[in-house]
């Protein structure tokens, strides 16, 4: 339900074929949609402000302890061992598709370790399967951006293009022949990537005690801090006053998400993907006249869409078992 919501929301805008607006209601600047980080900002930065606020009146304590267990232990890699292995190739192949594919990485990643691990209430409360895969998505997520640019001069994300723009003005093209005219710098930014990983490694683990002494901060002063750096984070991204107001918006919504609990991991997926499936859907309907059985004649995607029906009827058949044997215990009593 909630990457339905998502799906509506990343229809918000200006129609890619026919130009038309849809969903704008006269406001100007929803002509260019909503953005995936006011949005992300406001469920995950404000909306966590909001729902700790509640938590924390008369009942949380300031973090007073000492840094112990700093490597993950034995049971640690055991636990972690599969999410990264997933994370990994979920964060790589999603990483090539443009428009996002790390931050979309992250949120599959999350949501597939929820669904593989047999504790999932454990899932927001530490739960280290919960941090190795989407981490590990997000890495190789980062890292398989390079693939498109490198090797076709297709940037995958913002920074991508910018990397673009920089090679660009240095003389150099982007493409198939890029290795073999230009390998010092190919090969210089795979090994900058080593260099990149060991040097965080180095910087991290010694200053990890200061990282946490975020969390010995008097509420009372964390939580305006947060708040102030979430706004002008999405403030700094466009200049633009009206993402502040989505910000606050989906700050709220994302506070009552929780409280019903409903998951916001989705609805940003929906959100990510809504504009590609829109613009894949109508090209491959204009192929085909109108008519929908394009999806069928081809194997590829008809395995897909085989696939996705089965996805979604495990949990409905699920659900329908649990039902059923709960009637039967019922009538049995």
Not at 214 to 229: A, D, G, K, Q
């Amino acid at each position: 339900m909630m990457a339905c919501v998502g799906l509506l929301l990343s229809f918000i805008g200006l129609d890619n074929i026919s130009g038309f607006e849809r969903f704008t209601y006269g406001f100007a600047t929803l002509e260019d949609g909503i953005g995936l980080v006011p949005v992300a900002v406001g469920i995950f930065g404000l909306g966590e402000v909001l729902s700790n606020i509640e938590e924390s009146i008369g009942k949380r304590e300031i973090f007073q302890t000492k840094i112990s267990n700093l490597l993950p232990n034995r049971r640690d890699w055991k636990d972690s061992a599969m999410p990264i292995t997933r994370g990994t190739v979920f964060g790589f192949l999603l990483g090539i598709l443009p428009g996002g594919g790390h931050v979309l990485a992250s949120f599959a990643s999350y949501a597939i370790e929820k669904r593989f691990s047999k504790h999932p209430e454990k899932f927001g409360q530490g739960a280290i399967e919960g941090v190795a895969g989407p981490e590990s998505a997000n890495n190789a997520g980062a890292g398989g951006q390079f693939i498109p640019l490198l090797t076709l001069g297709i940037p995958a994300s913002p920074v991508m293009a910018l990397m673009l723009g920089a090679l660009v003005i240095f003389g150099l093209q982007p493409g198939p022949l890029l290795i073999s005219r230009s390998p010092d710098l190919f090969w210089g930014v795979i090994i900058s990537m080593y260099i990149g990983n060991i040097m965080l490694l180095i910087l991290n683990l010694p200053l990890i005690g200061l990282w946490v002494h975020v969390l010995r901060v008097p509420y009372p002063i964390l939580f305006p801090l947060i708040v102030l750096f979430c706004l002008i984070g999405v403030y700094s991204i466009s200049n633009n006053i009206f993402d502040v107001f989505i910000m606050v918006l989906f700050g709220i919504i994302g506070y009552l998400m929780k409280k019903v609990r409903f998951e916001a991991a989705p609805m940003l997926l929906g959100m990510v993907l809504g504009l590609m499936m829109e613009d894949a859907l109508r090209q491959s309907l204009i192929m085909s006249g109108g008519s929908f059985s394009i999806f069928l004649n081809r194997p590829l995607s008809a395995g897909f869409i085989l696939a996705a029906i089965i996805l979604l009827a495990i949990p409905a058949v699920r659900g329908g078992k649990k039902i059923l044997f709960s009637k039967l215990a019922e009538i049995e009593e």
